[in-house]
């Protein structure tokens, strides 16, 4: 058992100072002045002048590596652990993205294994960018109803060169698909949509919605700020829908893309409900940048820290109080996602849990009750 003494919490609401006691994979108990348990060795954690949150959820990771656009040796890597652990990041989903020629979901799945087995939470996306998705078992809602780490279907590319262009039918039967399969599987059954370029990104999402009789809150569209028009237009979708900003691909493109930390500011103020905001790393992708003539120029690799540099700023800089701000990549992720142990500090949840310093600085970190990060120092 681990009790954290003179925290001030946030779970994500404003807690104030509280001591919370971990027992095993789960929070035990939040209260002031907590008792330590009779005959039990509990380990103390002073905590006083630190601020307590959940764990981040990172919604959308290429954990198996992606890429592939300039070629074979554009293949990007897996992250390994320590990449999540850096970035506060106690729960990870994965995709595989837009190669889903060579690479394969069955890649994707085994990492996400290997993740847990490591003391991480993670699930995954089934699919990749093109339309019919490739899958584990050869049907998404078969993967959806029998893969328990299957929880939804992506990242399916839109309005992108790199896409295969389903049609609005196209978009519905697979909205049917991934809804009969989180029903038998009790999943959430999001299909998570990566944007691109192209003008009016969210309008085959409007069709297909209404042509399906289906909520917009089917899908996840992301990289939601990847430039003013799509930003634009996120925040008149966004009061109906999800919105997803990424976080990694900012610093490569920041002529293009606006500054995430920025973003969630934006749609605040443009009166999006902050629960349809969610801030994901697209960490493990490729970023490339193409010239008019569609050759790749650049490639830059994005990771799970940008997340944590977004959130700071958003807090920090952008002066979004911690409660809100923090929504964003915890409480309302697990939400949508239906990740119904994550997102909060309460009795009976996850014990994933960060503290951080007053300028937030990563100073302990816990992912189901376990040490990842001590007095700064990764130790997993």
């Not at 970035?87 to 290997?114: F, P, Q």
């Amino acid at each position: 058992m681990i009790l954290i003494r003179n925290a001030e919490v946030y779970t994500p609401d404003p807690a104030g100072r509280q001591d919370v006691l971990l027992a095993g994979t789960q929070v035990a108990q939040i209260g002031k002045n907590l008792a330590l348990p009779a005959g039990i060795d509990v380990e103390e954690v002073d905590a006083g002048g630190l601020m307590l949150m959940p764990g981040l959820i990172d919604s959308h990771v290429h954990v198996a590596g992606a890429g592939g656009e300039g070629g074979p040796m554009t293949r990007t890597p897996e992250l390994p652990l320590h990449r999540f652990v850096e970035a506060a990041v106690t729960t990870a989903i994965g995709c595989l993205g837009t190669d889903g020629i060579t690479r394969n979901v069955e890649t994707v799945l085994m990492k996400v294994k290997g993740l847990r087995q490591q003391g991480l939470s993670a699930w995954m996306y089934t699919g990749s960018y093109q339309v019919p998705p490739v899958s584990v078992t050869g049907d998404v809602a078969r993967d959806l109803a029998l893969i328990d780490e299957v929880i939804g279907l992506g990242e399916i590319a839109l309005s992108d060169h790199r896409s295969s262009h389903p049609t609005i039918t196209q978009l519905v039967q697979l909205m049917s698909q991934v809804r009969l399969g989180a029903m038998l599987g009790h999943k959430a059954g999001i299909i998570n949509v990566h944007l691109g370029d192209d003008k009016n990104p969210f309008k085959p999402l409007y069709e297909a919605s209404a042509q399906s009789n289906l909520s917009l809150k089917t899908f996840l569209p992301t990289h939601c700020n990847r430039n003013p028009w799509i930003f634009g237009d996120a925040k008149d979708y966004g009061r109906s829908g999800y919105v997803d900003i990424t976080a990694s691909a900012y610093p490569y493109f920041p002529d293009d893309e606006i500054k995430p930390s920025v973003a969630i500011a934006e749609l605040l103020k443009a009166e999006v409900p902050v629960e349809h905001i969610t801030m994901s790393s697209d960490a493990g992708g490729s970023l490339p940048a193409f010239d008019a003539e569609g050759n790749l120029i650049r490639m830059d690799i994005g990771y799970p820290k940008s997340l944590l540099v977004e959130l700071a700023d958003a807090i920090l800089i952008e002066k979004i109080p911690p409660d809100i701000a923090i929504r964003v990549c915890t409480s309302n992720v697990a939400h949508v996602l239906k990740l119904s142990r994550k997102g909060r500090i309460a009795k009976g949840m996850d014990a994933d849990l960060a503290l951080f310093s007053a300028d937030f600085e990563l100073m302990h970190l816990f992912a189901l009750g376990r040490w990842m990060v001590k007095n700064r120092v990764i130790t997993c």
